[in-house]
């Protein structure tokens, strides 16, 4: 745990000194929410394996512990500095195209909690690793009065509703921020992290072959690639061909052309369990473990280890035995649009390269329990 608290007590204190900045920039805002944003730092450093960033990384991103919509690309241990991107087209010019695994984290919303996220599937595939700030807003706490921030899978559509109190009060336009507003009348208004994350998977620039994400940040993904499904159909069937999306501490609904989705939960998660969709098993549970992923702290979800063995195409022991959901349950998606849900049934399951056995069979429940029904209620 000292890790784990100095790197917190690190954060805290490089973002003091910054403060003066902020608060000449936008006074209203960063008083009303820097102690909302220091609680959800101090959250992410609980739920994430902080302790893997550098001090040098920890100084170089507390300025933008919770800019909504922030792109870094976080290389592994040992692999140099993460690199923070403003914009899209930032990205892409400090090396977007070699990188092709996207990483999205939850609980703060922090950059450090995103960052150190990032960094355990960095060691994990041993690559570079793109990963998108969720941010905190005031947008965020009404939300969070709501209960959006516990059920982040029933009441978080709400957050998307909300972005417009930021908007009025001129937060950072990051990420994808320019581009939502050059593309209007795409309906069904969605986050910037999702709307940055929808971007660059869109991008016929880059090319992704890996999607994680945990807790809150599988609704994010799951929005994006909804997104990305209604104005690009086409380049999403591109990006499903070969690609695997892992989520971690929750379950949520994946548009059906994505057929390759292992969903990692453990034992002990009672938080991911109530903000999960019941009709979707779970494919990896993790004996004895919870929501955390810090390492330091005794019963955590161990996300580079997990990782290793699924991108190993070697499912691990824990793989669950039970039967898979019958073939008339469909998931509660309140996610997908109706039009989206009416659209579904006609679409096919792209086949995929052999796999080993244990593969196979949980690809075969993830297509069997991804289908969404008709009756699916509204984004």
């Known amino acids: 745990m000292f890790d784990t608290a100095f790197t917190l007590g690190l954060t805290q204190f490089a973002r003091s000194l910054s403060f003066p900045e902020r608060l000449q920039r936008r006074p209203f805002r960063n008083v009303a929410l820097e102690a909302l944003r220091a609680r959800n730092t101090g959250l992410d450093a609980l739920f994430y394996d902080v302790k893997a960033l550098s001090s040098e990384e920890v100084f170089y991103i507390s300025d933008s512990i919770t800019a ?20 899209v087209d930032e990205y892409l010019l400090r090396g977007g195209k070699d990188v092709h695994v996207l990483a999205i984290a939850g609980v703060g919303g922090s950059a450090i909690g995103a960052a150190a996220f990032a960094r355990n599937v960095a060691d994990a595939v ?50 994808a921020y320019a581009q939502r507003h050059l593309k209007p009348g795409t309906g069904h208004r969605s986050c910037l992290d999702a709307d940055t994350a929808a971007e660059l998977l869109g991008d016929p620039r880059l090319s992704f072959h890996m999607l994680a994400a945990h807790s809150s940040g599988n609704r994010a993904l799951s929005e994006a690639l909804y997104r990305l499904r209604r104005t690009n159909r086409q380049r999403l069937r591109t990006l499903a061909e070969g690609l695997r999306i892992v989520t971690f501490g929750g379950r949520i609904v994946m548009p059906p052309e994505f057929t390759d989705v292992v969903d990692v939960v453990g034992e002990l998660d009672w938080y991911g369990e109530v903000n999960s969709r019941p009709q979707i098993g779970t494919d990896i549970r993790v004996p004895l473990a919870g929501h955390s992923t810090n390492t330091d702290l005794p019963g955590s979800l161990q996300v580079t280890k997990v990782l290793r063995e699924i991108v190993g195409k070697s499912l691990p022991a824990v793989v669950e035995t039970a039967a898979p959901a019958p073939a008339d349950v469909q998931p509660l998606a309140e996610n997908i649009p109706v039009e989206e849900a009416a659209d579904t049934a006609k679409d096919e ?10 593969v196979a069979a949980a690809k075969r429940r993830t297509a069997a329990r991804r289908k969404p029904s008709k009756t699916d209620s509204i984004h």
């Open 68 to 87: 909504e919509g922030l792109i870094m690309i976080v290389p592994p241990t040992g692999g140099g500095m993460l690199t923070l991107c403003d914009s």
């Open 126 to 175: 041993d690559a570079p690793v793109a990963a998108i700030v969720s941010g905190y807003g005031l947008g965020d706490v009404v939300v969070e009065t709501m209960g959006g921030s516990f059920f982040f899978g029933w009441l978080g559509h709400f957050r998307s509703q909300m972005e417009t109190l930021d908007d009025a009060v001129g937060r950072p336009q990051l990420g």
């Open 349 to 358: 399951v792209v086949p995929t390269a052999p796999e080993s056995a244990p």
